[in-house]
């Protein structure tokens, strides 16, 4: 499974699912596992071993926190770059998004350093996600709908992370009227969500309401979420 090289995509699969057998015991082994792992989302053009190495990333995270959190500012400048890189594969792209937000929920508080970064990725992906599908090529539509779907999921995650916390409540709550604007916009039939979706979406902006209670109360108590309410 292993070579000098570091792992193959098999290799990795089983470092994950070790991971997320072990829990906690495998950060015995953690300190070996991460340049294994590290080489692997570096392996971009291998999309089977990088898309091994973002799940075996995620259940790192859970396993052993503190032990990712010493590797988040490579992790996330290396995840971002690619979200930026002209070209690179749509899947890898949507992937990457999804780990993110796996990745914040394993760290949970220890994310803090990276906040700005991470809202920085959500901020660009909710701008591009709400293009009008009738201004779209054909062969982006499907894309669209599914990077707003996985925008949505990995957001959820991220504030289940880090939006109690109080060092970056205030970031989190200036980011939210941004967060509600893409949520009115994308829960319209225009966009064609689905009804997932949509409950996601209901379901983030309960969160919202109990982190930040009266300081959003007119977010909560908005047409979106009567409307989100009758159609569930």
């Given at each position: 499974m292993f070579d000098a090289?570091?792992?193959?995509?098999?290799?990795?699969?089983?470092?994950g699912a070790l991971a997320a057998t072990l829990e906690a015991d495998f950060r015995q082994y953690s300190e070996k596992v991460w340049p294994i792992v590290a080489r692997g989302i570096q392996q971009t053009e291998e999309q089977e071993l990088f898309n091994a190495s973002l799940s075996a990333l995620t259940e790192l995270s859970r396993a052993c926190p503190e032990e990712t959190a010493n590797y988040?500012?490579?992790?996330?400048?290396?995840?971002?770059?690619?979200?930026?890189?002209d070209g690179f594969e749509k899947t890898m792209k949507l992937s990457i998004i999804i780990t993110i937000g796996d990745i914040s929920l394993g760290c949970k508080s220890l994310i803090g350093p990276h906040v700005n970064d991470l809202l920085g990725v959500y901020e660009m992906g909710m701008n591009a996600a709400?293009?009008?599908?009738?201004?779209s090529a054909p062969d982006m539509v499907d894309y669209l709908e599914s990077l707003r779907e996985n925008l949505l999921e990995s957001f959820i995650c991220f504030f289940y992370a880090v939006g109690e916390e109080p060092n970056c409540q205030e970031r989190i709550l200036n980011f939210i009227p941004g967060v509600m604007l893409y949520l009115e916009k994308t829960c319209t039939q225009e966009y064609n969500p689905t009804v997932e979706y949509m409950r996601n979406a209901l379901a983030l902006i309960a969160d919202i309401g109990s982190a930040f209670k009266n300081k959003v109360r007119n977010y909560v108590e908005s047409k979106l979420t009567e409307t989100l309410v009758k159609v569930l």
């Open positions: 090289l570091g792992a193959t995509a098999d290799g990795i699969h089983v470092l988040l500012g490579d992790i996330f400048d290396h995840l971002i770059k690619l979200l930026n890189k709400v293009i009008d599908p009738k201004e």
